[in-house]
């Protein structure tokens, strides 16, 4: 006994899965066994180094723990080493090997596993060795099976149309073991949306959008900064736009999307391309905005005693050697800017009632589409969920269950993909429309008194399609939208014929009983084009 007091031994200890704990296999009742069983044996408690792994921790982490383990009883030369049981310490013929090296190598080395009342040594008889073998062996076989099972029902996940893992931040996971399903999370999603439309803009490099994005509050599921590393990961994750990616392979997906395929590939091609904006040590509002009229290259911005230049520094393919003044160009784009609002005031109240009418049009044509885009939705997935259960019954061939599978899968993929643009379209058509009216109407105003060189930039790509400087002039076009809501304010501001249908308008204002119908047709009759756009 008293030789036994010098003698060090490790206790070695690993649960691998949540049933484990609730069963009594859990890390701290190994320990307390291993422990009694050290101190009936009579070894020191001092001198017993404990090893413990928990469910946590990934196969690998689990495998190199072990190695540390191993290389720890090598470095100190313990001659003891305590388990609960086999499958405690090793479940696979490479550690089992590593163990046999080990036991080899000193007729002292041992293994005690308690529960099984068994110990391992050199000097083992065949019968124990062979026993031993063969626990390695069934451990090896249910780590092979289960790993066999799980990838088995990821498959089946998959076929059904959700991920089977953790969703992307944006998303979070609800439902009851084996029904678990992604759904939108509300209070991150805005957040996630931003992060698209942030670097669309062409304002950020990921560098920058990983700090932008952090100010904004946008945290991982546990409630840490997310890296720039992540991020650049997420911009491309097809995930957000309603499909599923596992294992290099997109399958179209079951849950709800958070942006629209358009401004993803905006993102995907801003990613593909050269790189973000890059940034030098003074940051030009007008910076990759503004080209040259004659070569298309970009104007150059430099400071000159404290005043910003803008230039084409593409001497040899372009004659353009005038300069602008930033200062000029913001001048000038504030008057064009003001061309935008609709002086008349009874008039924003018609087109803000239009709109409103506009919408309610256009929701019913979107309802209509979608019930008719679903219902044929529903009949490609009963018919891929009949073609899987006629594979699994063996009733079809797998080459004849690929080819269909392929052809109802592109067609679901399509389905989706257009009610994705009809859902879209509907649920923002008039936020957009009306945000963009709104802006239309105090676009000076708010360009002029906006700080931000980064807000204003946001603003000017969402008013101008390009902007163009050649002979000392500043040339634009204005984007889809805000053509036509110039076409609507010069029809509003210049027709004289508007002025004769306000006093009509008025007495039936004063009567109460002008109605959205009246306005609108009212409106069109004096001025057809005012509305038709």
């Known amino acids: 006994m008293g030789n036994n007091m010098k003698i060090k031994i490790v206790i070695f200890c690993r649960?691998?899965?949540?049933?484990?704990?609730?069963?009594?296999?859990?890390?701290?009742?190994?320990?307390?066994?291993?422990?009694?069983?050290?101190?009936?044996?009579g070894y020191n408690p001092k001198e017993i180094k404990l090893f413990s792994i928990s469910e946590s921790a990934s196969g690998k982490k689990q495998r190199n723990f072990f190695l540390n383990m191993l290389s720890y009883v090598k470095e100190h030369k313990i001659e003891i080493l305590l388990c609960e049981k086999v499958d405690r310490l090793t479940r696979n013929l490479r550690d089992a090997t590593d163990m046999n090296d080990w036991l080899n190598e000193n007729p002292n080395h041992q293994i005690h596993f308690v529960k099984e009342n068994v110990v391992l040594s050199r000097d083992s008889k065949s019968n124990e060795k062979f026993i031993w073998n063969i626990k390695v062996s069934v451990a090896q076989y249910y780590i092979d099976n289960l790993s066999?099972?799980?990838?088995?029902?990821?498959?089946?996940?998959?076929?059904?149309?959700?991920?089977?893992t953790t969703p992307p931040v944006g998303y979070i996971t609800t439902g009851d073991k084996g029904h678990k399903i992604h759904v939108i999370d509300e209070e991150k999603a805005p957040l996630a949306i931003k992060m698209f439309e942030y670097y669309a803009s062409g304002n950020y490099s990921v560098k920058q959008l990983t700090a932008k994005m952090a100010k904004e509050g946008l945290r991982n599921r546990h409630g840490h900064k997310i890296v720039m590393s992540r991020i650049h990961e997420l911009l491309q994750n097809p995930f957000y736009i309603g499909k599923n990616r596992w294992n290099g392979i997109i399958t179209q997906g079951e849950h709800e999307c958070?942006?629209?395929?358009?401004?993803?590939?905006?993102?995907?091609?801003?990613?593909?391309?050269?790189?973000g904006p890059v940034y030098s040590k003074h940051f030009f509002l007008f910076n990759k905005l503004i080209k040259c009229g004659e070569c298309s290259g970009t104007i150059t911005w430099e400071i000159h005693k404290n005043i910003i230049y803008g230039h084409c520094h593409h001497f040899k393919a372009c004659s353009q050697s005038t300069w602008a003044k930033e200062f000029d160009i913001e001048i000038?784009?504030?008057?064009?800017?003001?061309?935008?609002e609709v002086k008349n005031k009874r008039i924003q109240t018609w087109i803000h009632k239009a709109l409103k009418e506009g919408h309610e049009d256009e929701?019913?044509?979107?309802?209509?589409?979608?019930n008719e885009l679903t219902k044929q939705h529903e009949v490609v997935k009963t018919r891929l969920d009949r073609l899987y259960d006629d594979k699994v019954d063996g009733k079809i061939s797998q080459e004849f269950y690929d080819a269909k599978f392929r052809k109802y899968t592109d067609e679901r993929e399509?389905?989706?993909?257009?009610?994705?643009?009809?859902?879209?379209?509907?649920?923002?058509?008039?936020?957009?429309?009306?945000?963009?009216?709104?802006?239309?109407?105090?676009?000076?105003?708010r360009y002029l008194y906006t700080k931000g060189i980064e807000e204003k930039r946001v603003m000017l790509n969402d008013i101008f399609k390009s902007l163009t400087f050649r002979d000392g002039k500043l040339y634009f076009e204005f984007t889809p939208v805000f053509t036509i809501l110039k076409k609507l304010a010069d029809i509003s501001n210049r027709d004289k014929t508007i002025a004769d249908v306000e006093p009509v308008l008025l007495n039936f204002e004063q009567r109460g009983i002008i109605d959205l119908k009246t306005q609108t047709e009212t409106l069109q009759l004096v001025c057809p084009d005012l509305l038709r756009d």
């Not at 066999?148 to 991920?163: D, M, T």
């Not at 929701?363 to 979608?370: D, E, K, P, R």
Request: hydrophobic share 30%; glycine share 6%; net charge negative.
């Open 148 to 164: 066999e099972e799980v990838k088995k029902g990821q498959k089946e996940k998959l076929a059904q149309g959700w991920l089977p």
């Open 15 to 41: 649960v691998s899965s949540r049933e484990q704990e609730v069963d009594g296999y859990s890390l701290p009742a190994q320990e307390k066994l291993l422990n009694e069983y050290a101190l009936k044996q």
């Open 332 to 340: 000038e784009l504030a008057q064009v800017l003001e061309e935008l």
């Open 258 to 275: 958070l942006i629209d395929k358009d401004l993803f590939e905006r993102v995907q091609r801003r990613l593909k391309g050269k790189g």
């Open 414 to 445: 399509g389905i989706l993909e257009e009610l994705g643009k009809h859902a879209n379209a509907d649920t923002k058509y008039l936020e957009k429309t009306i945000t963009f009216y709104e802006l239309s109407q105090s676009a000076k105003e």
């Open 363 to 370: 929701s019913h044509y979107y309802s209509t589409a979608v």
